[in-house]
């Protein structure tokens, strides 16, 4: 009996064992500690845009919607027509209050989204803080986030995190740049269009064969074409001379000399195609 109750209560203890080795495993995150105000505060600030948006329509309805609904019913049917199809193309159309709320409406989506990305990342210091983000501007190619590290963070938590962070935010790409004046600064620039993808650039260089197919030129006519002009070729001779008796005939080497003016100094090449300037 004393026995068997051992063994009883000895796998009791291994399977407790067991049990808090397997969750010591689990990862925990530890929330920060954080009064009603401040989590009020940071809440509207994160939200803001949202806010100022509900509280416009808010306004529109309870100030001035009985006035618009009047409006609308006092006129008649194509007039109203009109109206609608003249905003709704000042909408579509490419005008300045258009580019603002776009820009505006992807650089809120861009904000959570990092927001987010971050939060998965497990971008944290040990108090379980997120890098603060400070703004988020547009820019011609996308959107140039600023993020304020909190103590616990640097730049470094956020390397190789690039291609995250564009996958994340629905971008080409991402670029991450610490500032050089405060390391606690860092700069994300999401780039969701090349501004020179649909503009087609034209070489003056090229006149001669910018309009032909790209089958029929060919590596060496282009470099005949960018090469040298042909220049005429000198040949010197000396007649042979005579001492005494005998006749001793000497053939001096002709030489090709090819001159080509490059900057308003001349250049003379040899048979070779050699630079020979220097022995001239």
């Excluded at 049990?19 to 940071?42: D, F, H, K």
């Excluded at 490419?94 to 904000?111: E, G």
């Excluded at 087609?200 to 001669?208: A, F, R």
Aim: net charge positive; hydrophobic share 40%.
């Amino acid at each position: 009996m004393p026995k068997s109750t051992r063994k009883r209560s000895s796998g009791r203890v291994s399977g407790r064992r067991g049990r808090g080795s397997a969750t010591s495993a689990v990862e925990t995150i530890t929330r920060p500690s954080q009064s009603l105000p401040v989590v009020i505060l940071l809440s509207v600030w994160r939200w803001r845009w949202e806010l100022i948006v509900l509280a416009l329509v808010a306004y529109i309805v309870i100030a001035h919607g009985a006035a618009v609904s009047g409006y609308f019913e006092s006129n008649p049917l194509w007039l109203n027509a009109l109206l609608i199809i003249v905003l709704s193309g000042w909408i579509f159309t490419d005008n300045l209050v258009r580019r603002f709320a776009r820009n505006r409406i992807w650089c809120v989506i861009t904000r959570h989204r990092v927001r987010a990305c971050l939060t998965e990342m497990r971008t944290l210091n040990w108090s379980g803080n997120l890098p603060f983000i400070v703004g988020c501007f547009s820019t011609r190619t996308g959107q140039v986030i600023w993020l304020f590290m909190r103590p616990g963070l640097s730049a470094e938590d956020l390397e190789n995190k690039a291609e995250t962070l564009a996958s994340a935010c629905w971008a080409r790409t991402a670029v991450i740049t610490r500032s050089t004046r405060n390391a606690a600064l860092v700069r994300i620039d999401i780039d969701r269009r090349d501004p020179l993808s649909k503009q087609h650039i034209v070489s003056p260089l090229l006149n001669d064969t910018s309009d032909m197919p790209e089958a029929a030129v060919a590596e060496d006519a282009v470099m005949a074409f960018l090469g040298p002009e042909p220049a005429s070729e000198g040949t010197t001779d000396q007649p042979p001379a005579k001492s005494g008796s005998g006749e001793t005939r000497t053939r001096t080497a002709k030489t090709k000399t090819t001159a080509a003016v490059n900057d308003g100094n001349t250049v003379v090449l040899g048979v070779n195609g050699e630079d020979v300037s220097d022995y001239v």
